[in-house]
């Protein structure tokens, strides 16, 4: 999908931040572990924050901060950590390091953080309403979660998660290839907020613009929400969505009222742009 040029896509994510100066590029790419203040004596943290849609490359770097490790110490104990995973992830935990307050005890180490966050995930996801829901819905709770862990990226606001749910199976239905920037970025390991041509024909099994189906892990770690809109998506027959402006996100089937839709958010991201700062 393009125009004039630009790249035409079918997710919001960037779009907002675009409109918005080239600072929260920087924002998104140092972000700080959010570590509680409420710390012991000796003035180490209590309590690890990991919040929804975060990366396991962030979550990694988070315990590490945490644990006052150096960096890379995390990733390196997956090995070891006997993560109870389900099959299909082959040993990666990306979506199952599950979003959550967890305690930080004096002795503990990456290994039991990452266990925790992994047997919180599968008591949240292999129970019912989850499991049934992905049953209900043909697939299997791994590929739910991976669907979540799109719409936890993709989804302007909580109220759009379903919506944005629903074009994602509309589209695996029809087999439309589901065009998500964000799982381009996962592949490039970027928080990017604009896509380029190129980036939509890199060779890489998370090219969402190339191949067909789901990715083969989730991109992130989702949260409840997002996991629910995935086994409940809102019914509509939406095959496109774009956030016009913060708090106006689009969802159509036709494909002409999108391309409008993109065209008024593109003449308004040129007017902020030469709006005098």
Known sequence: MRNAGRTI????????????????????AVAVPLLTLNGGEDGRPTTLVIPEG???????AAVDKALALPAGTTGKSLGKARLKLPNDAEGNPEGYLYPATYPLQEDSTPEQLLSLMVDTANK???????????QRNAMNV??????????????????????VARVVFNRLERGMPL????????????????????????DSPYN????????????????????????????????YFVTVKPGDTRFTADYAEHQR?????????????????
């Open 142 to 163: 791994y590929q739910a979660v991976t669907i979540a862990s799109i719409i936890q990226a993709e989804a302007a606001t909580k109220q759009d998660m379903g919506k």
């Open 54 to 60: 975060w990366r396991a490359t962030r979550v990694y």
């Open 261 to 277: 839709n993109v065209a008024e958010f593109n003449a308004r991201q040129k007017s902020g742009r030469s709006a005098p700062r």
């Open 208 to 239: 969402s613009y190339q191949r067909m189906g789901l990715p083969p892990t989730p991109i992130d770690n989702p949260g409840e929400e997002a996991v629910r809109a995935a086994i409940n998506p809102t019914p509509g027959d939406w095959l």
């Open 9 to 28: 896509r079918l997710t919001r994510r960037g779009r907002i931040a675009l409109i918005a100066s080239g600072a929260v590029v920087a924002g998104t």
């Open 179 to 202: 065009q998500m920037d964000s799982t381009l970025n996962y592949a490039l390991n970027r928080a990017s907020l604009d896509t380029t041509v190129s980036d939509t024909r890199m």
């Open 124 to 134: 949240k996801f292999n129970g019912a309403p989850i499991a049934a829901g992905a």
